[in-house]
T-cell receptor, first 115, second 113 residues
Framework: AQSVTQPDIHITVSEGASLELRCNYSYGATPYLFWYVQSPGQGLQLLLKYFSGDTLVQGIKGFEAEFKRSQSSFNLRKPSVHWSDAAEYFCAVGPIVYNTDKLIFGTGTRLQVFP | DGGITQSPKYLFRKEGQNVTLSCEQNLNHDAMYWYRQDPGQGLRLIYYSQIVNDFQKGDIAEGYSVSREKKESFPLTVTSAQKNPTAFYLC????????????FGPGTRLLVL
């Protein structure tokens, strides 16, 4: 069955520290992978996506993610976290129905940043 | 500016009452989606529509209904049959051609009085 797992419910880091948010997936074919960010009470904003090609993907706000097929992972990284990065982060995989854009989302990781 | 609008931002429902959440997009997208978000449960798909006048149930469709009479609009009705409607509701759209990005609206928070 297709699924997405974000093992860390809550992560706390100090401002300026590096960050890695984990995402593991189960998918029968080559997946299309997404990371979204959500500020409190807001909608989701796309950070980056992987469709094919280079397995290291650059996104907005200084984020990057690496697709590792052998580990079924798509971890999100940032070398130096800013206080404004505090938010909830969602990993998603698709398409889960052929010829659609339908996605399945992980349960999210809440990031807290200390000054 | 192109985007997705949801209204209202907050909505209150009385017991036994149906309420309708609005979602409009001007991105010329074919596909639209409704998600429910509860703390610790991520996003769960309620309904989605690939094209006008067609829609499919998602994982948690019971107690909800939708219509897709226009390409730009995909309203969601929370019926009295939905016993636990308090949640944050997100609407999204995508081009619908397969593996296109979903773009999200700002959400509506529904509270039960």
């Amino acid at each position: 069955a297709q699924s997405v797992t974000q093992p860390d419910i809550h992560i706390t880091v100090s401002e300026g520290a590096s960050l890695e948010l984990r995402c593991n997936y189960s998918y029968g074919a080559t997946p299309y992978l997404f990371w979204y960010v959500q500020s409190p009470g807001q909608g989701l904003q796309l950070l980056l996506k992987y469709f094919s090609g280079d397995t290291l993907v650059q996104g907005i706000k200084g984020f990057e993610a690496e697709f590792k097929r052998s580990q079924s992972s798509f971890n999100l990284r940032k070398p130096s976290v800013h206080w404004s990065d505090a938010a909830e982060y969602f990993c998603a995989v698709g398409p889960i129905v052929y010829n659609t854009d339908k996605l399945i989302f992980g349960t999210g990781t809440r990031l807290q940043v200390f000054p | 500016d192109g985007g997705i609008t949801q209204s209202p931002k907050y909505l209150f429902r009385k017991e036994g009452q149906n309420v309708t959440l609005s979602c409009e997009q001007n991105l010329n997208h074919d596909a639209m989606y409704w998600y429910r978000q509860d703390p610790g449960q991520g996003l769960r798909l309620i309904y989605y529509s690939q094209i006008v006048n067609d829609f499919q149930k998602g994982d948690i469709a019971e107690g909800y209904s939708v219509s897709r009479e226009k390409k730009e609009s995909f309203p969601l009705t929370v019926t009295s049959a939905q016993k636990n409607p308090t949640a944050f509701y997100l609407c999204a759209s995508s081009a619908g051609q397969g593996v296109e990005t979903q773009y999200f609206g700002p959400g509506t928070r529904l509270l039960v009085l």
